[in-house]
């Protein structure tokens, strides 16, 4: 084995690959980002995505390859009677290596986002009209004709998307993000920092949750099931406790397997490297268009942005949304702290910056602090309760939750939400019922008097009633 030979061979096609997505970026000039061109750059940044993955796994499988032979091989033997040589061959080694992995993994993680993006953006629907198909862009990866009746397949903008697309353009899709974040100036450099600690927000507090397999009486048969417990700690008879109290005295437990999550809140450090030099670079770019020179709008408007944007993204999604499909967030927590989620959402409170986004015309709404950790609430007392309900997120359920922590009437809410007053009252009506008072101040409280109480009470029992089912 030639080692020399090996990591030329590999090194270049790496640096090959890397190199040629260094003008990517160029291609996705927002005026581009319609029809037929986003097709070709969706599919492009798949291929590319799959090319970077292949590449990484070569990498790594290489790296543990040489890893063996300069601990087992003739190249130690060179090196034994100097150890300090030694160490430093290893440590040139490793530097080398962690330098090309870091940028594969960034690149990676900048296409993952720019796909979860698009994915949120577009749609693909049947051109025919009495055809209902309709798809995820991935579709065109294999066809660009209806698979039901064969007309063309047409690019549609999704109007419920929740994700800035604009800052694609700006990621770092050939990994340098080292590159650019040493050539930021001090505001840019300021913002980047501040956003890298937004999106990690890590927790002390480790939550432990456990897959368990229950031997059960069904229907007079034995069968198995596999359940998923949420718990504070590593505790067995908490477990059995809870295992009781969901599936009753017959459930045995088979076998626990325990699972400690940390709580960052986007998981991945590349994601969030690249999430902060894509808002830091978008914001460079917009302000410099508008001829707005203020420091502290250039530090804070990037932090600020991606705060709403993630504020949006909880709002707007179900749990269930956020952890399953490639969304404009990869890696992010589904179900994020309270704790987490006040202090992502304290940004919105800048006044400041939020008169400026409103004068530009880039937040699509008013968004409060407390609106999002209202729905986090609720979704937390939903889940306690075990009911079959979740949060369904909907810009009424938005518009309501805006309407009860700002000082905004209700007509102006259902204005700036485009949401009928009645929808509102209905989505009012549900957040009553599920308890959202305990969770509101005196004056809010008294917002919900519009609900109408008989419906409130029927409803009261209905969910009651299904509440105690479970
Ligand atoms: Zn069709």
Redesign the pocket.
């Known amino acids: 084995m030639n080692t020399h030979d090996d990591s030329s061979q590999i090194y270049g096609q790496i640096y090959e690959l890397l190199f040629s997505l260094t003008d990517f970026n160029n291609e996705l000039d927002i005026d581009l980002l319609n029809s037929n061109r986003i097709i070709d750059i969706y599919i492009k940044l798949l291929k590319n995505l799959e090319l970077l993955q292949v590449a990484k796994n070569k990498l790594l499988r290489y790296h543990i390859l040489t890893y063996k032979f300069a601990t087992n091989h003739e190249n130690y033997k060179e090196y034994k009677h100097d150890i300090y040589s030694y160490k430093s061959f290893i440590r040139s080694r490793q530097l080398t290596r962690k330098a090309n992995i870091d940028r594969i993994r960034c690149a990676i993680a900048s296409h993952k986002i720019a796909v979860g993006h698009i994915n949120e953006n577009y749609e693909v629907s049947?051109s025919?009209q009495g055809?209902s198909?309709s798809s995820k862009l991935e579709v065109f990866l294999k066809t660009d004709k209806?698979p039901?009746?064969?007309?063309p397949l047409n690019i549609i903008r999704n109007p419920k998307s929740v994700s800035r697309i604009d800052i694609i353009k700006y990621l770092p899709y050939s990994g340098n993000y080292l590159d650019i974040a040493t050539k930021f100036n001090s505001h840019q450099r300021w913002a980047y920092s501040e956003i890298l600690r937004l999106l990690k927000l890590e927790e002390r507090r480790v939550l432990t949750s456990a897959s368990i397999i229950l031997k059960m009486v069904e229907n007079g048969k034995i069968i198995r099931k596999r359940v998923k417990v949420e718990l504070e700690r590593k505790d067995f008879r908490l477990c059995e406790e809870k295992i009781i109290e969901i599936f009753g005295q017959n459930a045995r437990i088979e076998k626990i397997t325990w699972h400690k999550s940390k709580p960052i809140l986007i998981n991945d450090k590349y994601v969030r490297q690249s999430l902060a030099i894509a808002y830091v670079r978008f914001v460079d770019a917009l302000l410099s268009k508008y001829n707005i020179t203020s420091e502290d709008i250039y530090k804070k408007l990037p932090i600020y942005l991606i705060s709403y944007d993630l504020s949006l993204f909880l709002l707007m999604k179900t749990e269930y949304e956020r952890s399953t499909s490639i969304g404009p967030f990869p890696h992010m927590i589904s179900r994020p702290s309270i704790n987490q989620i006040k202090k992502l959402t304290s940004t919105l409170r800048w006044s400041d910056i939020a008169i400026i986004v409103s004068n530009l015309g880039i937040c699509k709404w008013k968004l409060t602090q407390q609106s999002i950790v209202l729905k986090e609430a609720m979704e937390k007392l939903l889940r306690g309760s075990n009911s079959i309900f979740g949060v369904i997120p909907s810009t009424a359920m938005i518009a309501a939750l805006i309407y009860l922590t700002s000082n905004l009437s209700l007509s102006h809410v259902s204005d700036m939400f485009n949401e009928s007053i009645a929808m509102i009252i209905n989505a009012l009506t549900r957040l009553k019922i599920y308890g959202i008072e305990k969770y509101l101040t005196e004056e809010q409280k008294s917002k919900l008097n519009i609900v109408p109480e008989a419906e409130s009470e029927k409803a009261k029992l209905f969910l009651k009633k299904l509440m105690c089912n479970s």
Request: glycine share 12%.
């Open positions: 049947c025919n055809c198909f209806c039901r009746c064969g007309f």
